[in-house]
Structures are given as C-alpha cells and as structure tokens.
T-cell receptor
C-alpha cells in the first residue's frame, strides 16, 4: 500500500536559518504530493503541492520538488521566521487509491528568535 | 468562502459513553472525509464519501464507529461505545471532486475528543 515517511522532530532552529524536512514515499502508481501545515490550535492547511514528476510546489517561501527517481518531496525554506513554528505533514494522493490523502507522521518545527 | 465547519470543538466523555461529531463541508464539495489524528501522529482516514455514498470505509472500526452523510451535504460521525484509545482529534475534510489526485482537500479545525 501507499506510505509516507518523513523525518522525526522536533526540529529546532534559529530565526533566518535554513530549513529542510525530508519526505519519501511509496506508491503503486503516480501520486500527487502535498505538504500540509498545522499551526498551534489550528486545522491542517495546504502549504504546497506537486502533481507530476519534476514539478516544484512553492508558497510562503517554502519549496518542494517532486523527485520520482528518488521518490522524495523534501520541503525547504531559505530563511525561517518564528511564525513558521508548526507541525508539517507530507502526504500523497493517488487516483487508484480513491484520491484520499495518506500522511506521514508529521515534523514539529520550532523557530527561536 | 466559508470553510469546513465542525462541532463540537472539544468533548470529554467517559469510556463506554457515546459521542457524535458534526461536519458541514464547503458548499458544493462532493467528497467528504473523516480522519482520526492521534496525538503525535499523522491523520488516518476513517471514511470517505462521494455525495451520499461511501467510497472507502476500510479503516473504520465498524463495531463502534458509524458515519452518515444524508442528502450528500452534512455528515455525522458517531462513536459508541467509546474506548480510551479513541482519544484523538477527528478531522473533517472536503474536496470539490475526487477524480483527480491533485485536487486540494480542505480541512476543518477538528473536534478534540478525550475519553477518560
């Protein structure tokens, strides 16, 4: 079945540091890939997505590139802010599996001033 | 545009009691999902509806959980009787159309359940 593996947290950074969160996936076909973010006390929000190989999703300074050859979708941001403190979830969706989201376990990121 | 609405936001019950959660998806969204998120884990799908039909309920513990989506709009998730391990956040989500894997799925703020 489909699965998503992402690096465990918590990840603690100083403001303006570079952030990378690793995500790899297993799928039977050609999934779409997503990053969702959950800020404290809030629901899940879509951060970015990519629907085919070599696509780059980007939003709010975050980027992730769909790498089919390495089955990866790593999230990066060049200069984090305190407001980026949240839990980040990598997820995939595949048509053959009914287009439901399969999530990784989440990575908590804490940015200190 | 109004988002996915859920209620109640918080509920504390004793084990063996029952609880029900309500969800109102974004207007016009045909697909509705219920996810369970246990603390420290990623959300896990419980059930997926397309209009008022069930698409996937393979992960729903049917001996205690039930869900319905009458008229293809609102949905209710019920747990009876609750167990301690049901303590989690129950997330409702909706999407416009499920035929495309890249379709964005929108989540509500969740209903937090504590079973004591």
């Amino acid at each position: 079945g489909n699965s998503v593996t992402q690096m465990e947290g918590p990840v603690t950074l100083s403001e303006e540091a570079f952030l990378t969160i690793n995500c790899t996936y297993t799928a039977t076909g050609y999934p779409s890939l997503f990053w969702y973010v959950q800020y404290p006390g809030e629901g899940l929000q879509l951060l970015l997505k990519a629907t085919k190989a070599d696509d780059k999703g980007s939003n709010k300074g975050f980027e992730a590139t769909y790498r089919k050859e390495t089955t990866s979708f790593h999230l990066e941001k060049g200069s984090v802010q305190v407001s980026d403190s949240a839990v980040y979830f990598c997820a995939l969706s595949e048509e053959a599996a009914g287009n439901k989201l399969t999530f990784g376990g989440g990575t908590r990121v804490l940015v200190k001033p | 545009e109004a988002g996915v609405a859920q209620s109640p936001r918080y509920k504390i019950i004793e084990k063996r009691q029952s609880v029900a959660f309500w969800c109102n998806p974004i207007s016009g969204h045909a697909t509705l999902y219920w996810y369970q998120q246990i603390l420290g884990q990623g959300p896990k799908l419980l059930i997926q509806f397309q209009n008022n039909g069930v698409v996937d309920d393979s992960q729903l513990p049917k001996d205690r959980f039930s869900a319905e989506r009458l008229k293809g709009v609102d949905s209710t998730l019920k747990i009876q009787p609750a167990k301690l391990e049901d303590s989690a956040v129950y997330l409702c989500a909706s999407s416009l159309f499920s035929a495309f894997s890249g379709n964005t799925i929108y989540f509500g703020e969740g209903s937090w359940l504590t079973v004591v």
